[in-house]
């Protein structure tokens, strides 16, 4: 697959097929995220990849949480608010997605499922952590989203779909203590990897941007 193709063929994949992926594909795009730069080449990444029997006892204290409605206590805390130009692009995607999915806002129950499904990992074969070390600089931050890139991109090139979620990270404390992460490193997003259910009414908001005249400014002759 060429670059632009994989570039505008990446989609947040909200619900996936029940198929497991197989652990060497999955070491090849791992792998190939490991490409991604960093500064000074440090790789500060530590990741932990979520499969079988320790995702599902993951889902089920997940479910537990969300179902009682405890408190979220991401790692890297979620933004207090947004310049007000963001977050227009942020409710209008917002109201665009519930749109394709024909979730209206007075349908409380579609929206309480579809915000269950996050909690659910949208029902992934596999959920990646990406992590860092809690020394590390707002530069490895950078790093990690270069390499949380990467791997979505590799993904989608070996016919994988993705989806990165802070909804993921939300109750770190069952992460760490499913997947024994070390107290000293800070768990700060998940990807979901697996293979689309096309035809799920999830899957088919197709996100838009801006137009790249608008965030970019040329200068000079
Ligand atoms: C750091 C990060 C956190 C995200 N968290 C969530 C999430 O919790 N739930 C969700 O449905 N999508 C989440 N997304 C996906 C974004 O909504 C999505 O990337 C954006 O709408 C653009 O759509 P696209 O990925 O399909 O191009 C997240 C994306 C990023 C990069």
């Known amino acids: ?35 991604a730069p960093s500064w000074p080449n440090s790789q500060p990444w530590e990741i932990y990849v979520a499969t079988g029997d320790k995702l599902e006892e993951l889902r089920s204290a997940y479910l537990e949480s969300f179902q009682n409605q405890e408190t979220h206590t991401q790692d890297l805390p979620t933004p207090k608010g947004w310049p007000e130009y963001i977050d227009n692009r942020i409710k209008k995607s917002y109201a665009e997605s519930f749109k394709s ?4 806002r007075e349908d409380e129950a579609a929206r309480y499922k579809n915000w269950k499904n996050n909690y659910q990992f949208f029902g992934a074969p596999v959920a990646v952590f990406l992590c860092l070390d809690t020394n590390l600089s707002d530069w490895s931050l950078f790093d990690l989203g270069m390499f949380a890139n990467s791997l979505m991109l590799a993904a989608k090139a070996h016919g994988l779909d993705t989806a990165p ?6 109750y770190p404390h069952h992460i760490r203590e499913v997947l024994d992460i070390p107290e000293n490193q800070k768990i700060i997003v998940g990807i979901m990897v697996g293979y689309a259910d096309v035809e799920h ?21």
Request: proline share 5%; net charge positive.
């Open 1 to 35: 697959m060429d670059a632009t193709k994989i570039f505008f063929e990446r989609h947040t994949i909200r619900k996936y097929l029940d198929k497991p992926v197989s652990k060497e594909i999955l070491e090849k795009v791992l792998t190939d995220a490991t490409r």
């Open 101 to 104: 999915m024909g979730i209206t």
């Open 165 to 170: 979620a802070a909804s993921s990270v939300s």
């Open 201 to 221: 009414p999830y899957n088919q908001y197709i996100s838009s941007r801006v137009p790249m005249e608008e965030v970019v400014h040329f200068r000079g002759s």
